[in-house]
């Protein structure tokens, strides 16, 4: 039921796929091969990549939302990608998620930084470091 609530609420858009909104130019995906398929065919590339590990349910992360959609739309060298922890809780324990929201920074695969909680200033200091 979690799952289904959350596509209610994070509106239209293809089940199971992965999906950008124009506006913000954030990436977000619903299922754990999508999104495999995605991280394995940019993980040697040096761009910098920042997940927002979320959940429908956390007051925070729809706090961050906004912040998010706006870095992405000022930092179009950055791959912005949205992942909700009760979709794909692999994913989240794969990479030691603890605590939402949770932004992890990957450069060709490896965390390079995180940012723990909803701290807009410091995540933009960490992705601006991080981004050349």
């Known amino acids: 039921m979690g799952s289904f609530l959350s596509s209610l609420l ?3 858009g293809p089940e199971d796929s992965s999906s950008s909104s124009e506006s913000s130019g954030v990436l977000t995906f619903h299922s754990a091969p999508r999104w495999q ?3 394995n065919s940019v993980k040697e590339t040096p761009k910098l990549m920042v997940i927002d590990f979320s959940a429908s349910w956390c007051g925070p992360c729809k706090f961050m939302e906004p912040a998010l959609n ?3 739309n000022r930092f179009t060298d950055v791959e912005f990608v949205k992942l909700d922890v009760d979709e794909l809780p692999d994913v989240a324990q794969e990479f030691g998620v603890q605590a939402m929201p949770t932004f992890v920074l990957l450069k060709k695969g490896k965390e390079v930084d995180r ?3 909803a701290q807009k200033n410091e995540l933009e200091k960490k992705v601006d470091k991080h981004r050349s």
């Open 70 to 72: 706006d870095m992405a």
């Open 10 to 12: 994070s509106g239209p």
């Open 37 to 39: 398929l995605h991280f």
């Open 115 to 117: 940012v723990v909680g």
